[in-house]
């Protein structure tokens, strides 16, 4: 082993180690509940994604239907 990892050895070791295996099932816990709150959240902005796409799209749909039967959905073309 290298010199230069066997503090990080000696502290595993020494702390982490036991520390790790005297909480696992409370960190096995928050890990699921961070996971299926993440899942809620990721879900939840997929939906408002997806209204309010369909908001815009309706919208640009509603104003191209306008401006068509308006007659202003003409462009000047400038010739150079």
């Given at each position: 082993?290298?010199?230069?990892?066997?503090?990080?050895?000696f502290?595993?070791?020494?702390?982490?180690?036991?520390?790790?295996?005297?909480?696992?099932?409370?960190?096995?816990?928050?890990?699921?509940?961070?996971?299926?709150?993440?899942?809620?959240?990721?879900?939840?902005?997929?939906?408002?994604?997806?209204?309010?796409?369909a908001?815009?799209?309706?919208?640009?749909?509603?104003?191209?239907?306008?401006?068509?039967?308006?007659?202003?959905?003409?462009?000047?073309?400038?010739?150079d």
């Open positions: 082993m290298l010199p230069q990892t066997k503090g990080a050895k502290l595993y070791d020494s702390f982490l180690k036991d520390f790790l295996k005297k909480n696992e099932s409370k960190i096995d816990k928050a890990l699921h509940d961070a996971k299926r709150s993440a899942s809620v959240i990721a879900s939840e902005v997929a939906a408002a994604t997806a209204d309010v796409t908001s815009g799209l309706s919208a640009a749909a509603e104003y191209a239907n306008k401006t068509k039967a308006s007659g202003t959905d003409k462009v000047d073309k400038k010739t």
